[in-house]
């Protein structure tokens, strides 16, 4: 079973940042792509960044370019999502996946385990 674990959500002000952490435990695979997505009320499950398990590949969304940045750490199996310039239209549950393929794909079926998410809210 593989564990996954999001924090670091809240309430932030547009314009403002915050740093979303993914921790991973349990009997995760030697090597994955971690990626993030999100989703908002009543609006389907999107791709925000994901990132290869050497960390030399990673993709965004559109939205993404340029205001968030995906990162890693494998000493402390932590995956990072920072945020910055937030808008109200990001206000969503973020969650992040793996993909027990290494793809470090948008897809959303790649992904294998996903934890339980952890709330967004960005005010204007």
């Known amino acids: 079973q593989v564990n996954l674990v999001e924090s670091g959500g809240g309430l932030v002000q547009a314009g403002g940042s915050l740093k979303l952490s993914c921790a991973y435990s349990g009997r995760t695979p030697r090597r994955f792509a971690t990626g993030w997505f999100r989703q908002a009320p009543r609006k389907a499950r999107e791709n925000v960044a994901a990132?290869?398990?050497?960390?030399?590949?990673?993709h965004y969304a559109d939205f993404a370019q340029g205001r968030f940045t995906i990162s890693r750490d494998n000493a402390r199996n932590t995956v990072d999502l920072q945020m910055n310039d937030l808008k109200p239209e990001d206000t969503a549950v973020y969650y992040c996946?793996?993909?027990?393929?290494?793809?470090?794909?948008?897809?959303?079926?790649?992904?294998?385990?996903w934890g339980q998410g952890t709330q967004v809210t960005v005010s204007s």
């Open positions: 996946a793996i993909d027990l393929g290494d793809l470090g794909s948008g897809a959303e079926r790649a992904y294998d385990f």
């Open positions: 990132i290869t398990w050497q960390g030399d590949s990673t």
